[in-house]
């Protein structure tokens, strides 16, 4: 089924060059690595598009994205196969992660019906007002333009071709250049083949979505720099998304960035939790940290709990928990050495090794525990960073004081987690404060590596967490940023947004 071709304005086309996929098990394929003229035709395409499909109505767009999410169910196997071969993911993992893309599609399409995103208002004229009269008034959000999507290395398919991002964009009016992830562009391009089908099934115009591929830099920052281009979605490392950030904001015309960019989401383990349930608490935190060999943007990769026989009752758990995981394949090699290279700067600080796995050269990982003072974790820059993978760091407090100055050095997280029981109630009103200025999610005696598609989630964060503290990445809030609001002072209803007549009290 892989043609290794960019689907372009309704056409599967080819350029010069290709780039070889390196998947964890099973055959290499070839991909056609984009050129700027690939770029340039997909984000005019989107453009000419855009003049048809932000003006659609709620209801043709709730129809294209069922259709999306039926032409991935068509394709399951498919996806799947693919997709285990070229990440090294379980089968079931990878199935769960479809019917989280399925689902995301479907929610979008109840989402928009409702027509509550639109935040419709409406002032009537006051004529007789003094000592001016008011004018008529409407306001509605409207779609932003053509808008460039790029996928996750992590989750080939939530948050990659037809992920979360692109749902929130179609959903919205706004059309969409993806931007394929080189850990899985064969995943991305069956996708893509199941949006093309919905294209022809719905009658969508062509160039609503287009797909394109590529190993390097250039076809991303040519993406972002196109002048057409209104708005990035974005998940991946700091480096990646800080450089596509400032490319952005050094535009002539300078544009949103939403780019979630990663987080160690500390867990407090508070003293009378830690006191009732150490061992439980340590065997939970290792189950979380290793999920997925710990690729998951929100891996709880601290703990923070006071310096006592509690804790090392935690830590022995954990340390146990975790010496039971074996070696387990790593999304690419670039990330399995980002990895090995993570915990040698962790080694190298002023830590203890509680369980330090031996290297490996491969793709392969396990886990590893390290402790550090309160103090010394205060004063060291580079334990504050994430490290990609399984590792964790238990960092050991001198006092209910230091814990809540650990909380103010954090920088921006997408979770922050408290381990309570009913008497640390009072402890945690000093911490709660601090923490919901740090993380865009705080909960309380669970773990944050799991993330509910839902209307309440905000996954986002203050920087470094996500380059927008407003917004969020899963969820159906997640469409505010591919909309802007409009005011219409004393236009015609013929001319209005069709939204502004359907919604008026």
């Known amino acids: 089924m892989l043609t290794g071709q960019h689907f372009i304005a309704g056409k599967w086309v080819k350029s010069e060059d290709t780039?070889?996929?390196?998947?964890?098990?099973?055959?290499?394929?070839?991909?056609?690595?984009?050129?700027?003229?690939?770029?340039?035709?997909?984000?005019?395409?989107?453009?000419?598009?855009?003049?048809?499909?932000?003006?659609?109505?709620?209801?043709?767009?709730?129809?294209?994205?069922?259709?999306?999410?039926?032409?991935?169910?068509?394709?399951?196997?498919?996806?799947?196969?693919?997709?285990?071969?070229?990440?090294?993911?379980?089968?079931?993992?990878?199935?769960?992660?479809?019917?989280?893309?399925?689902?995301?599609?479907?929610?979008?399409?109840?989402?928009?019906?409702?027509?509550?995103?639109?935040?419709?208002?409406?002032?009537?004229?006051?004529?007789?007002?003094?000592?001016?009269?008011?004018?008529?008034?409407?306001?509605?959000?409207?779609?932003?333009?053509?808008?460039?999507?790029?996928?996750?290395?992590?989750?080939?398919?939530?948050?990659?071709?037809?992920?979360?991002?692109?749902?929130?964009?179609?959903?919205?009016?706004?059309?969409?250049?993806?931007?394929?992830?080189?850990?899985?562009?064969?995943?991305?391009?069956?996708?893509?083949?199941?949006?093309?089908?919905?294209?022809?099934?719905?009658?969508?115009?062509?160039?609503?979505?287009?797909?394109?591929?590529?190993?390097?830099?250039?076809?991303?920052?040519?993406?972002?720099?196109?002048?057409?281009?209104?708005?990035?979605?974005?998940?991946?490392?700091?480096?990646?998304?800080?450089?596509?950030?400032?490319?952005?904001?050094?535009?002539?015309?300078?544009?949103?960035?939403?780019?979630?960019?990663?987080?160690?989401?500390?867990?407090?383990?508070?003293?009378?939790?830690?006191?009732?349930?150490?061992?439980?608490?340590?065997?939970?935190?290792?189950?979380?940290?290793?999920?997925?060999?710990?690729?998951?943007c929100t891996n709880p990769g601290i703990a923070v709990m006071l310096d006592n026989a509690d804790s090392k009752a935690m830590i022995t758990a954990a340390s146990a928990a975790l010496s039971e995981v074996s070696a387990q394949t790593m999304l690419t090699d670039g990330i399995a050495s980002a990895y090995r290279s993570g915990v040698a700067a962790i080694e190298n600080a002023d830590v203890t090794s509680v369980l330090r796995t031996a290297d490996t050269e491969d793709r392969t990982a396990r886990p590893n525990l390290f402790v550090v003072s309160g103090q010394a974790w205060l004063d060291n820059p580079t334990l504050h960073q994430e490290v990609f993978g399984p590792l964790g760091l238990v960092v050991l407090a001198d006092s209910i004081e230091q814990m809540v100055e650990l909380a103010r050095h954090l920088e921006g997280q997408l979770t922050c987690t408290l381990h309570l029981d009913q008497g640390d109630y009072e402890v945690c009103q000093k911490l709660m404060p601090v923490l919901e200025r740090k993380a865009g999610r705080v909960l309380a005696n669970g773990f944050p590596t799991g993330v509910e598609v839902s209307d309440t989630m905000v996954h986002g964060g203050p920087y470094p967490a996500s380059t927008n503290f407003g917004a969020t990445s899963v969820g159906t809030l997640s469409i505010r940023r591919f909309l802007r609001p409009v005011c219409y002072q004393n236009i015609p209803i013929e001319l209005l947004p069709r939204e502004c007549s359907e919604l008026s009290v």
């Open 19 to 296: 780039f070889s996929s390196n998947p964890a098990s099973g055959p290499s394929h070839s991909f056609y690595l984009a050129r700027a003229a690939d770029v340039e035709t997909a984000v005019k395409a989107a453009e000419a598009a855009f003049e048809l499909y932000g003006y659609s109505s709620r209801q043709d767009r709730a129809v294209f994205l069922n259709a999306i999410a039926d032409e991935i169910e068509a394709r399951g196997d498919s996806i799947t196969e693919i997709g285990v071969q070229e990440t090294g993911l379980p089968e079931a993992r990878l199935q769960g992660e479809r019917g989280r893309t399925v689902a995301q599609m479907r929610l979008f399409a109840s989402h928009i019906l409702s027509g509550e995103y639109l935040d419709h208002r409406f002032d009537g004229a006051l004529a007789d007002r003094e000592p001016l009269p008011r004018p008529e008034l409407h306001m509605v959000q409207r779609p932003i333009g053509p808008v460039a999507v790029f996928g996750a290395s992590n989750f080939p398919l939530a948050f990659s071709t037809a992920g979360g991002d692109t749902a929130a964009a179609l959903a919205a009016g706004c059309t969409v250049v993806v931007k394929g992830h080189p850990a899985h562009p064969g995943t991305g391009e069956v996708v893509a083949q199941a949006i093309d089908a919905a294209i022809q099934k719905c009658n969508m115009p062509a160039g609503v979505f287009s797909f394109i591929q590529g190993d390097g830099f250039a076809a991303g920052q040519a993406l972002v720099q196109h002048p057409l281009i209104k708005a990035v979605g974005f998940t991946g490392s700091l480096a990646g998304g800080r450089a596509l950030f400032d490319l952005c904001a050094a535009r002539p015309e300078p544009i949103p960035f939403f780019g979630e960019l990663g987080s160690v989401n500390p867990m407090f383990v508070m003293p009378e939790a830690l006191k009732n349930r150490a061992e439980e608490l340590g065997q939970g935190w290792a189950s979380s940290l290793t999920m997925g060999v710990g690729q998951f």
